[in-house]
C-alpha cells in the first residue's frame, strides 16, 4: 500500500481531513456543535473627508487682528535688574500669587554675564500679546501684562505702533481692556467664539508675540477642557497643547473658523520652555468681562458669602444624596446675603434657579455672573428634604470688608481626654464648652486616613452640636439606625477655618 503523503493530491486532502476532524473535535470537546462563525463587535471608525490640510488660510486673516503690547512701568531702584532691561510682564505677579509656579523661571532676574548691574531709577518694558476685538480699537490682553505699567504700546504685524490707554483690568479672571485712539483708521478685528462647542481633540491656532518676536504662529489641539490651576475661584481653563511661551500671553487661541475659543494666560514649564501644557481662558468668560470693561471699566459680580467644600461620596452617603454633587456650606459668614436669607453651615447647595451646580467652582461661576442686587433661588439639601431659600446677591467688593466667623479656639492642655472606640480618636470638651478637641489621631485609623488631624475641634456630627463625647457617640449611633453608612463631621481647625469629613460608621 502506497504512502498517501507520496501523492500531493491525496496528500492534501488526507491534511484536509484531519483539520476539519480536528475542529470537530474541539467543538465535541466543548460540549458546542455549531456551524455558525463568531459575531464579533464592530470596530470603531470615524469618517473624516479627505482634503488639503493647513492653517495657512486661517493665519492670513487673523493675523492683522493680533498685536504685542509692549508696557513700560516705573520700577525703584535697585543693584541688579537683569535681562538688559527687559522685563517679563509675569514679573508683576507677587511671590504668592498661585500663577507663579506656571512662570517662574530658574536664574532669570540675574545680570547676565559681561553686564554691569543697573542702577537708580529706570523704565522697565515688558511685552506680551493681545488681539482687536472691534475696528475702533479696543485691544484684549492678560492682566498680569498690563499690571503695574505705565504707558502701553500696540505693535502690529507690520510693525506699526500706537499708543493705548488702559480702559479696566479683571484680576480674578486674569483679562485687561485697552483702548488705541487712531482717528479714521479701522483696525482689523475678530470675535469670540463659542468654546462650549469645541471638544477635546479640536485643532486651535495660537498667535501671539513669545520672546518679544513678534506675530508667530502654532497649532496644536485641545488637549482638556475644566482646567483648575489654583489661580483663582473660577478657574475653568482650557488646555491645549500648541507651542505657547512667554510673552504669548494675553493672545488669542483660535478655531479653524477663525473665531477666538480662548486667551492664552498661562503655561505649566519646569524649565521656563514650552513642554506642550498651555491653559486659555475660555471665550464664553473673556466675552463677558471684556463687555463688563468695555461699558463700565470694571467688573460687577454677584456675592453669596458663604465657604463652599466638594461634596464627596462620603459625604453625600452621610447626608442621603443620591449623588456626589452640589457644594457643602462650611461656614456662611456673618452678615452676608447667605447667612441674613437662612442659609446654614452643613446645607449642600444642589442648584442656582434650577440650574443644577456639580461643585463649588460651578456654584462661585454660576453667583458670578449675576448682577449685584439680583435675587436668586437657591436650592439646599437639609435634613433629608430639598428646600428653597431666596437670595438677594451682593456686591463682591464687599468680601474685604465682610465680618468673619472668630472660630473658638482651645488653646489649654486636654483635659479628661477620651477615646472614641472603634474610630482611633482621643476626645477632650473644648474649654468654651462648643465642641470637642482631637487631641490624638491613630495614625492607622479611618479618621487618619479621611484627614482627622490632633488639634481640630467636632464642632457637629450630621448637623447636631456637641459638647462632648457622649453627643458624639449618639449622633453616630441616630446616623447608623437611619441606615447611614457615614457620619458627618463638621471639623474646625485652629485657624477657624471649617470643613466637613464624612466617616465611616464602625459596626460592634
Known amino acids: ?13 488526507f491534511i484536509a481531513g484531519i483539520l476539519a476532524a480536528g475542529v470537530a473535535g474541539a467543538a465535541l470537546s466543548a460540549g458546542v456543535v455549531s456551524n455558525t462563525p463568531a459575531v464579533l463587535a464592530a470596530p470603531v471608525t470615524v469618517d473624516t473627508p479627505q482634503q488639503n490640510f493647513g492653517f495657512a488660510d486661517v493665519v492670513s486673516k487673523v493675523s492683522p487682528a493680533v498685536v504685542s503690547v509692549r508696557v513700560t512701568q516705573d520700577v525703584k531702584p535697585t543693584a541688579d535688574m537683569g535681562r538688559g532691561g527687559f522685563a517679563s510682564p509675569f514679573d508683576n505677579l507677587p511671590e504668592d500669587h ?81 483702548k488705541v485712539d487712531a482717528p479714521n483708521t479701522k483696525f482689523t478685528y475678530v470675535e469670540f467664539g463659542d468654546d462650549n462647542a469645541a471638544r477635546v481633540g479640536d485643532w486651535v491656532v495660537a498667535v501671539g508675540n513669545p520672546f518679544g518676536l513678534g ?20 478657574d475653568d481653563f482650557l488646555q491645549i497643547d500648541a507651542a505657547v511661551n512667554r510673552g504669548n500671553s494675553g493672545g488669542p487661541a ?40 468695555r461699558q463700565d471699566g470694571t467688573v460687577e459680580r454677584g456675592w453669596l458669602g458663604v465657604q463652599i467644600g466638594q461634596v464627596t461620596e462620603d459625604i453625600a ?57 439680583s435675587t436668586v433661588e437657591i436650592t439646599v439639601w437639609r435634613d433629608n428634604a430639598s428646600k428653597t431659600v431666596d ?15 472668630d472660630a473658638p479656639r482651645s488653646n489649654g492642655s486636654p483635659v479628661n481626654p477620651s477615646s472614641l472606640s472603634g474610630y482611633g480618636i482621643t476626645l477632650t470638651p473644648s474649654e468654651d464648652g462648643k465642641g470637642v478637641v482631637v487631641t490624638d489621631v491613630d495614625p492607622d485609623s479611618s479618621a487618619a486616613e479621611k484627614g482627622f488631624q490632633a488639634g481640630d475641634t467636632i464642632v457637629a456630627v450630621n448637623g447636631s452640636e456637641v459638647a462632648d463625647q457622649q453627643d458624639v457617640s449618639a449622633a453616630i449611633e441616630n446616623a447608623s439606625k437611619n441606615g447611614r453608612r457615614a457620619a458627618l463631621f463638621q471639623l474646625r481647625n485652629g485657624d477657624g477655618q471649617n470643613r466637613f469629613v464624612a466617616l465611616p460608621i464602625e459596626k460592634s
Not at 506675530?215 to 475661584?233: C, E, F, K, L, Q
Not at 461656614?331 to 444642589?350: C, F, H, L, R, W
Open 1 to 13: 500500500m502506497r504512502n498517501s503523503a507520496s501523492n500531493p493530491k491525496k496528500r492534501n486532502k
Open 98 to 178: 498661585p500663577l507663579r509656579r506656571f512662570f517662574d523661571i530658574p536664574g532669570q532676574g540675574q545680570t547676565p554675564p559681561g553686564m554691569a548691574p543697573h542702577r537708580g531709577n529706570r523704565q522697565a518694558i515688558g511685552q506680551g500679546s493681545g488681539f482687536f476685538i472691534s475696528d475702533d480699537g479696543y485691544v484684549v490682553t492678560n492682566n498680569h501684562v498690563v499690571e503695574n505699567g505705565s504707558t502701553f504700546t500696540i505693535v502690529m504685524d507690520d510693525g506699526t505702533e500706537y499708543d493705548a490707554k488702559l480702559i479696566g483690568t479683571d484680576e480674578r479672571t486674569d483679562l485687561a481692556l485697552l
Open 215 to 234: 506675530g508667530s504662529v502654532t497649532a496644536g489641539i485641545i488637549s482638556a477642557r475644566g482646567r483648575d490651576i489654583g489661580a483663582g475661584p473660577y
Open 254 to 293: 483660535f478655531g479653524l473658523d477663525g473665531k477666538v475659543i480662548g486667551v492664552n494666560t498661562a503655561i505649566f514649564s519646569p524649565s521656563g520652555g514650552n513642554v506642550g501644557i498651555a491653559f486659555a481662558i475660555p471665550a464664553s468668560v473673556a466675552k463677558d468681562v471684556v463687555a463688563s470693561l
Open 317 to 373: 452617603e452621610a447626608v442621603g444624596l443620591s449623588e456626589a454633587e452640589g457644594a457643602i456650606v462650611t461656614m456662611p459668614d456673618n452678615e452676608t446675603p447667605a447667612s441674613k436669607a437662612g442659609i446654614q453651615t452643613g446645607d449642600v447647595i444642589t442648584a442656582v434657579d434650577g440650574e443644577t451646580v456639580t461643585g463649588p467652582r460651578e456654584l462661585a461661576r454660576k453667583i458670578a455672573n449675576y448682577r449685584p442686587g
Open 391 to 405: 437670595v438677594t446677591l451682593g456686591d463682591l467688593s464687599q468680601l474685604d470688608e465682610a465680618a468673619s466667623i
